[in-house]
Nanobody, 121 residues
Framework: QVQVVESGGGLVQAGGSLRLSCHAS????????MGWFRRAPGEEREFVAA????????YYADYVKGRFVISRDADKNTVNLVMNALTSEDTGVYYC??????????????WGKGTLVTVSS
């Protein structure tokens, strides 16, 4: 069972940047794509971005393309999400999943507990 732990959330002003990290307790399978979801206040959890563990293919939700960049550090079993040009609409709890594409399709995957991002306008 892979466990993931998120870090890096906090308070940032609109227009600013923030970097989130997600560490997995074990190396994800090559078939996995590790990634991020978020839940805004009062909203459903939604997909943000993911990166394939086998070939670094990246996947982004349309509303973050050009602003967010996902990358991985294979040696550390870690995925990073750099978020730029943040707006108040990016406020929410950000969750990491070690099998993000499966989770995006309705499967459970491996969820972390989340990290709160608050963007002040």
């Amino acid at each position: 069972q892979v466990q993931v732990v998120e870090s890096g959330g906090g308070l940032v002003q609109a227009g600013g940047s923030l970097r989130l990290s997600c560490h997995a307790s074990a190396r994800p399978l090559d078939s996995y794509a590790m990634g991020w979801f978020r839940r805004a206040p009062g909203e459903e959890r939604e997909f943000v971005a993911a990166i394939s563990w086998s070939d670094d293919t990246t996947y982004y939700a349309d509303y973050v393309k050009g602003r967010f960049v996902i990358s991985r550090d294979a040696d550390k079993n870690t995925v990073n999400l750099v978020m730029n040009a943040l707006t108040s609409e990016d406020t929410g709890v950000y969750y990491c999943n070690a099998d993000a594409l499966a989770a995006a399709s309705g499967h459970e995957g491996y969820w972390g507990k989340g990290t709160l991002v608050t963007v002040s306008s």
